[in-house]
């Protein structure tokens, strides 16, 4: 059994709970996660089975999409829910047209400092637990891109509440837009809830919870391995010769297709993930048996 499962994360469970889950249910060890979510984040989570475990690789670094909700008015140690409030302001005079402008000023190509709670590692040790230990973390920022960053909906309450929908890139944290949001609106804000609702071309609507998987276990697979290509990489068709030559990771001539991109042989079965270079059409991964 290779290929892919679109899974949609429960809250309460880290991305590794759920690789686990799926060791057990496909009846194999051989089994990885593409991007990371917190355990409070429910929704997309790309696992790899067997062979499929090779092309996290390319998943991990996709286009993701979310649905947010950002509180203001309530700064946490974390930059979300699961942290302890560290600060709090009035926000019942934050205007719908500052908000806008906030959120405006995180799109595009922007420099965004990393929350201190998270997995990067700083100085060998990840800054989460530096933090957990009392030590002031600081990161440095990085370069995301934010293309969609909309407003879905303003609810005044107890709090100020923004429903958001962002399509990033790889490496933006969903926490830090909340965090950077409060903080140039002078009020402070945090996440409360977070649903990724794409990776790349994988979306919701294929995904199976995990009472779902319990259920067609060990048939857990989603896309099997060329359909989990064809889902993501431009392709081409090799000959028997071609096929032949690739498995044994030889090169093929050119196409002049912008890789990285899939080879299909042909019965319709992926061989390998190549890029074009010095002329020549070279695998980046072998997935055909020699």
Known sequence: MDGLIVVDKPGGMTSHDVV?????????????HGGTLDPMATGVLIIGVNRATRLLTY???????????????QSTLTDDAEGEVTATADASGVTD??????????????????????AIKVNGQRAYKRVREGEAVELTARRVTVSTLDVLAIRRGGHVEVDVDVTCSSGTYIRAIARDLGAGL????????LRRTAVGGYTLAEAATLEQLEERA????????????????????ATAEEAVTL???????????????????PAGDLLAIVSERGGRARAEIVLAPA
């Open 20 to 32: 686990a889950r799926v060791r057990r249910l496909a009846k194999t060890r051989r089994v990885g």
């Open 59 to 73: 998943v991990i670094g996709a286009t993701k999409s979310y649905r947010a909700t950002i509180r203001l008015g």
């Open 97 to 118: 047209a500052a908000i806008a402008a906030g959120l405006a000023a995180q799109t595009g190509e922007i420099d965004q400092v990393p929350s201190a709670v998270s």
């Open 186 to 193: 002078g009020v402070g804000g945090h996440l409360t809830a």
């Open 218 to 237: 060990p048939d857990v697979v989603t896309l099997d391995l060329a359909g989990a290509a064809r889902r993501a990489f431009p392709g081409r068709d």
């Open 247 to 265: 498995s044994h990771g030889g090169p093929l001539s050119p196409a002049g297709i912008a890789g990285p991109y899939a080879v299909y042989g």
